[in-house]
Nanobody
Framework: QVQLVESGGGSVQAGGSLRLSCAAS????????MGWFRQAPGKEREGVAA????????YYADSVKDRFTISRDNGKNTISLQMNSLRPEDTAMYYC???????????????????WGQGTQVTVSS
């Protein structure tokens, strides 16, 4: 069983930056895709970014393109999310996810992801 642990959340003013990290308890070659999702109070969980190292591909929600950057350190079973130019609407609980991706489903939807972290809170004040 793979466990995912997020860290790096916190409070920041609009325009500021935060870096989230997600550490996997064990690496398995079958879990070839990892991603970040977020959920604000009263809203559905939404995809933020995903990374598929096999083809060095990254995927971003339109709302975070050019502001957020996802990266993966295979040697440490860790992914990170660098968040710049943060906005109040980025306020949410951020979750890390991992799964084996065969390209048949959208990585920016929650469907298909089996492994989830407990989440880390990000609060952006105006």
């Amino acid at each position: 069983q793979v466990q995912l642990v997020e860290s790096g959340g916190g409070s920041v003013q609009a325009g500021g930056s935060l870096r989230l990290s997600c550490a996997a308890s064990a690496y398995t070659s079958t879990l070839n895709c990892m991603g970040w999702f977020r959920q604000a109070p009263g809203k559905e969980r939404e995809g933020v970014a995903a990374i598929y190292p096999g083809s060095s591909s990254t995927y971003y929600a339109d709302s975070v393109k050019d502001r957020f950057t996802i990266s993966r350190d295979n040697g440490k079973n860790t992914i990170s999310l660098q968040m710049n130019s943060l906005r109040p609407e980025d306020t949410a609980m951020y979750y890390c996810a991992a799964e084996h991706w065969d390209g048949s489903w959208s990585v920016l939807t929650t469907k298909g992801w089996r492994y989830w972290g407990q989440g880390t809170q990000v609060t952006v004040s105006s």
